[in-house]
């Protein structure tokens, strides 16, 4: 195939947004307070993954973008299925004024697939650990070092069909952090989580930008800080790109109780 010289971008910018950090520092609030509207670039419409526990309440979400949130739930049969068939469906003609889609969390689906993956014996060898009894819920089995490729996999897979939609992309993860390989020259390394370890490695290097979300104190709700850090914070990586050559946002962020502001700073300082 010959290969094409654009002359200009080949379309207008779309996000790509990994947001991660421990459970309830305000990932889930953030990614669904994007200001939406007939103008915005988010879009009129978020669509919002729900993959993980509960997010299909939408507790998380203020009330107020709730109108505009679209939720998705899986079955669960076939996750990879569900999952691509996510990632690649035409949303825009699905939902009118949909701008945004928001996968929470991208941690909790790869574990699924890796479940699946060790129960179906795919992937691992016979002798795979079962627990319970063949035929009932107890029933599963212990993933394998092959399921945990597979599941790794399969999540750059659904990451690569969710580059082609002409929508932005927020993708959330839990966080994680591990020790250096033997041998290595590297140091503890923290970044988003999903099965095994290598994930920490090479999912930040799938976006153009990675936040961390961090809740300074463990007091009450209402005197709780909660923080997003766009920069790299000791072992924790984040950052963003910009053609701006100087400024730039903050590299701890404190969320207003509407965190709507940190996504208007945001594009102010990715597009000008």
Not at 116 to 125: E, I, L, R
């Amino acid at each position: 195939m010959p290969i094409k010289i654009l002359e200009r971008a080949s379309h207008a910018p779309n996000e790509r947004v990994c947001v991660y950090g421990p459970p309830k520092t305000g990932k889930s609030r953030l990614a669904t307070s994007v200001p939406t509207g007939r103008d915005s670039p988010w879009g009129e419409k978020v669509l919002y993954v729900c993959a993980d526990a509960g997010s299909d309440n939408l507790r998380p979400v203020m009330t107020k973008y709730r109108g505009d949130i679209v939720p998705i739930v899986m079955e669960g049969k076939d996750l990879l299925e569900e999952s691509v068939e996510i990632a690649t469906k035409d949303w825009k003609k699905e939902v009118p004024g949909a701008g945004t889609l928001v996968w929470d969390t991208m941690t909790e689906t790869s574990k699924q697939l890796l479940q699946q993956y060790a129960n179906s014996g795919v992937f691992s060898d016979n002798h795979a650990v079962q627990v319970g009894k063949r035929g009932t819920k107890s029933w599963h089995t212990s993933p394998m070092q092959g399921d945990y490729g597979a599941a790794q996999n399969s999540v750059g897979y659904i990451l690569e069909h969710l580059w082609t939609q002409p929508l932005n992309i927020i993708v959330l993860f839990h966080q994680r952090w591990i020790e250096p390989k033997k041998n290595s020259a590297d140091g503890l390394m923290g970044g988003p989580e999903i099965c095994g370890r290598e994930g920490v490695r090479w999912i930040p290097g799938k976006f153009d930008n990675v936040f961390r979300t961090e809740r300074v104190n463990s007091g009450p709700a209402s005197e709780a800080k909660f923080i997003v850090h766009t920069t790299q914070r000791g072992i924790w990586h984040a950052g963003y790109r910009s053609n701006k050559a100087s400024g730039g946002l903050p590299g701890a962020v404190q969320l207003q109780p509407d965190p709507g502001h940190f996504w208007i700073d945001f594009l102010k300082e990715v597009r000008g």
